[in-house]
């Protein structure tokens, strides 16, 4: 007894000496360790699945956008030579990893707990791929296989089939399967913001300092870390990084949208401003049309002082910018009609010689296309006169280069020229209907949620939109090419995963026994499902809109008991978007 109470009185008068010598800001972060201690695994558990895409979004804020040095030193990737691999790439060729590992790990728990005869709990994730998401994704591999194979130089058609695989297969997919819940969905969005703020900050900086890269004999232009090379890189971050923004804001309800919507307003305006120093005519009409479009989908309905104030905001800001670049951007946007007459835009002369190349190239291989990457090794064949021999780079810390133009800067004639018929075919078709899906769905959901659509929804849709119609003044390549695969991979989760439904998960839980199913179809009738407007298999009623509307991420409900009560919560429903 005494050698314990010497014990605890030693012990005591340590842990006071400790306290004495520990500073304040010691003192609070143990604290902090204290409290959080006991959540750690219930957040790692919550968001590892994201963690993959959350890095791979924030990645492309590194130099270069984080470029690997090549095995044997070498250039940029021109001609035939494989694309360069960034780090953000790495990335995402993790995040198809963890979704590879999900499934199989999932399955063989699926097959375990089957063979055993147990049921996995409501609450329990489980891994597994929408048959329509897979379908919209799986449509274009047909044609892009007959492509490769048909192609004149095998070995780049095999480069250019892995990398359209990685951008528009498999990403997207992965994403699909591992964005469990809307907040997952929020989470990338705001990673997409913090990256648009920290590239425009620095493109602010080089346009303001004369650090930028070459722009009408001038360092102006704010091309962020990505460098004279890539000067589409910051726009595109930019660009995404506003209407993710604009929707936020647009979507902001409840006690604290007096604060938030301000804020996420007012960023979407401030990245207006290195977005217009870009000098991207593309991302200028791309990121136009989709803004628009997405406050249309809001649902809104502003007050008069509120629309009064986003007109004046918009007159300072566009007044600013005016006042700042007022000369260069007007001459920016009258060049882009500007082909014929005294002395026209170089840029637009040589972007519509090459899609004037692009389709002599299908109209000479109108099913086949003449092979993925193969548009360079066929320009000189195809194109006039009119075309120049490169492109002039320079500044932002690089020399002069003259870079040649490898691509007809418009996706639809890319994969047109390359891919012929038969890819086009699959893969615009897959585009037109995970858009249809997108819109389908964020209809619902306003339905459901008393007439609001939800953030994600409006980030989903907005990015899709903004992606297909700048695909018509550019294509992918250069570092930001994987930020394409994530936006379509948002889209694909909300058109097609029940976890973009109000109060839905990964997956829906199993249905309940045969003799349950009129109770729980009772239970749903009774309001306590959801969504609005799902039926429950072997039920009568059709689930209210009470316990989903306006709780983006409620837990699911549980499925009822055998031998349950009318009232017993339901099994979750299925899916009420298109196609899942």
């Known amino acids: 007894m005494r050698t314990r109470t010497a014990c605890r009185a030693a012990l005591r008068a340590a842990g006071h000496r400790a306290l004495d010598r520990l500073p304040v800001p010691g003192l609070m972060l143990l604290l902090a360790v204290w409290w959080w201690a006991p959540r750690a695994g219930t957040a790692v558990a919550r968001w590892w699945p994201?963690?993959?895409?959350?890095?791979?979004?924030?990645?492309?804020?590194?130099?270069?956008?984080?470029?690997l040095p090549r095995a044997g030193g070498g250039g940029e990737g021109i001609g035939g030579e494989a694309p360069r691999v960034v780090a953000a790439d790495v990335a995402s060729l993790l995040l198809v990893a963890v979704c590879a590992g999900a499934l199989l790990i999932g399955g063989a728990r699926g097959a375990r707990a089957s063979s055993e005869g147990h049921r996995p709990g409501p609450g329990r994730w489980r891994p597994g791929l929408p048959l329509a998401a897979v379908a919209v994704f799986a449509a274009p591999l047909p044609g892009l296989t007959v492509a490769t194979m048909a192609s004149a130089d095998p070995a780049a058609g095999l480069t250019g089939c892995i990398r359209f695989l990685q951008v528009f297969v498999l990403v997207p997919l992965a994403l699909t399967l591992l964005l469990r819940g809307r907040r997952e969905a929020r989470a990338v969005a705001l990673a997409l913001v913090a990256l648009a703020a920290a590239q425009g900050a620095v493109g602010a900086v080089q346009y303001l300092t004369g650090t930028g890269a070459s722009y009408s004999g001038e360092n102006i232009r704010a091309v962020g870390t990505f460098g004279p090379l890539h000067v589409m890189g910051m726009s595109t971050v930019v660009a995404a990084g506003l209407l993710a923004a604009l929707c936020l804001g647009l979507a902001a309800g409840g006690r604290a949208a007096r604060w938030r919507r301000p804020v996420w307003l007012g960023c979407a305006a401030a990245l207006a401003v290195p977005l217009a120093m870009s000098f991207s005519r593309g991302a200028w009409i791309a990121t136009a049309l989709a803004a628009v479009t997405v406050t249309a989908l809001a649902g809104l309905r502003p007050r008069r002082r509120t629309v009064v104030a986003l007109v004046c905001g918009g007159v300072l800001l566009a007044s600013g910018v005016g006042a700042v670049a007022g000369d260069r951007l007007a001459d920016r946007l009258t060049s882009i009609g500007q082909v014929t007459g005294g002395t026209p835009d170089q840029s637009v002369t040589d972007r519509y010689a090459m899609w004037s190349?692009?389709?002599?190239?299908?109209?000479?291989?109108?099913?086949?296309g003449v092979g993925p990457r193969?548009?360079?090794?066929?320009?000189?064949?195809?194109?006039?006169?009119?075309?120049?021999?490169?492109?002039?780079?320079?500044?932002a810390g690089r020399e002069f280069r003259r870079e040649p133009l490898l691509s007809p800067h418009n996706m639809y004639l890319l994969v047109l020229s390359e891919q012929g018929l038969a890819g086009a075919a699959g893969l615009l078709g897959g585009w037109a209907v995970l858009l249809a899906g997108c819109l389908a769905r964020l209809r619902a959901a306003r339905r459901a949620e008393g007439g609001r659509a939800p953030a994600a929804g409006l980030i989903a849709t907005g990015l899709l939109i903004w992606q297909l119609v700048g695909f018509c003044y550019g294509d992918i390549g250069g570092p930001t090419t994987v930020l394409t695969a994530v936006c379509f991979g948002l889209a694909a989760w909300w058109a097609f995963s029940p976890a973009a439904l109000p109060g839905g998960r990964a997956r829906a839980v199993p249905a309940p026994a045969a003799g349950t199913e009129g109770a729980a179809g009772r239970a749903a009738g009774s309001g306590n499902g959801a969504g609005a407007g799902e039926r429950v298999p072997g039920g009568r009623g059709r689930a209210g809109a009470g316990a989903g509307a306006g709780a983006e991420d409620a837990p699911p409900p549980r499925a009822a008991a055998p031998g349950a009560r009318p009232g017993t919560p339901a099994t979750s429903p299925a899916s009420t978007g298109f196609l899942s």
Request: charged share 10%.
């Open 50 to 67: 994201v963690t993959p895409a959350v890095a791979t979004v924030l990645l492309l804020a590194l130099p270069d956008g984080g470029a």
């Open 374 to 395: 193969q548009y360079p090794a066929f320009r000189d064949t195809h194109a006039s006169v009119a075309l120049s021999s490169g492109s002039d780079t320079a500044g």
């Open 357 to 368: 190349a692009a389709l002599s190239m299908w109209r000479a291989e109108p099913w086949t």
